[in-house]
């Protein structure tokens, strides 16, 4: 099931964990939260891996001679992404399971959360027509 195929019941909690980083240690991150999700009965997709981008920079040795002798520098930038599907109150817990109770995310590691609700429609409509 791909990210847009995502089918929510109501009352439901759609949660994206999407997480980016320089390190090694993003992939094993990745792992551990959906893992995690999944031992608590949670219906998880991912973790996807999302385009990685690069930065490269080139910088001389020297500041005043030897033009020709350079440094060549890259940083590449990791992402990957979990989605949950959950009751409103377990996908609370579960994010907050996740800022505080993780084992320890690395600096490099950078997880931004973004969560939907679905709320049910009889809540807001009513069957009835107004004419």
């Known amino acids: 099931m791909s990210i847009t195929q995502t ?4 009352g439901r909690k759609v ?3 999407n997480l980016q980083g320089i390190d090694r240690v993003l992939p094993y991150i990745a792992k551990r939260i ?3 999700a999944k031992l608590s009965g949670i ?3 991912g973790p996807l ?3 990685s981008t690069s930065k490269q920079w080139t910088v001389n040795k020297s ?3 030897d033009k020709n002798s350079r440094d060549q520098y890259e940083m590449k930038v990791n992402k990957r992404l979990i989605q949950i599907d959950a009751p409103v109150q377990t996908a609370d ?7 505080t109770k993780l084992p320890p995310i690395s ?3 950078d997880i931004k959360i973004e969560e939907r609700i679905y709320h049910p429609t009889e809540d807001y409509y009513s069957d009835k027509r107004i004419a």
């Not at 817990?93 to 800022?99: A, C, I, L, T």
């Open 7 to 10: 089918i929510v019941g109501n």
């Open 15 to 17: 949660v994206s964990f």
């Open 34 to 36: 959906a893992w995690a």
């Open 43 to 45: 219906k998880t997709v």
């Open 49 to 51: 891996p999302l385009p």
């Open 63 to 65: 500041p005043h001679t």
């Open 93 to 99: 817990m579960f994010v907050k399971f996740v800022q």
């Open 107 to 109: 600096a490099t590691v």
